[in-house]
């Protein structure tokens, strides 16, 4: 019988602590999403380059999780795109300097701009009280279709990712 009892407190107890850690989550919403991630839209960049005789598609997906002080935002832009060979580099830059002008025009820092081995771009930056990452990988071919449509086109696939981590007690956040 003192197991029994022994065993229904440590219940009421785990049950009791899991209660309180939950109750000091921090819920997703847009009141923790950065003015970047609510603002950044890359379709006005790729519609430019999508020709209306070619055949395209793109989407976006959106995630978030929280813990007790934190909340994670992603996001994910996935384009499958028929594209003139010598536009492929350009709407890779496109892209690049739509995050960039996007991140300067809501007030956030960059705090690093690097090349990705094999071509594309990751940008990380802090906005409010989060912090992030932009990662442009080079566009991707779809190599049996691009052979089909001939020597000047190519099916690419391109993705490009928002990481963001909001931190309600984050300090040096409101120095920015």
Known sequence: MPALA????????????EA????RRVDPGRQNESAFYRAYDPDRIISKYVLPDKPSTWGTSEQSSSDEHYVHHSAALDANLIIQNSREVELLDALKDDVTLTLKHVGARV????????GGY????E??????????????????VSLALGPEWSAITVKLTVKEKYNEWCLRCSAH
Do not use: K
């Open 6 to 17: 022994l065993a229904t407190t440590l219940w009421a107890a785990q049950f009791v602590f």
């Open 20 to 23: 309180w850690v939950n109750s």
């Open 111 to 118: 705090t690093r701009a690097t090349d990705i081995p094999g």
């Open 122 to 125: 990751e940008i990380g930056y």
């Open 127 to 144: 906005n409010g009280n989060s912090e992030g990452t932009i990662m442009l990988p080079a566009p991707q071919n779809q190599n049996g």
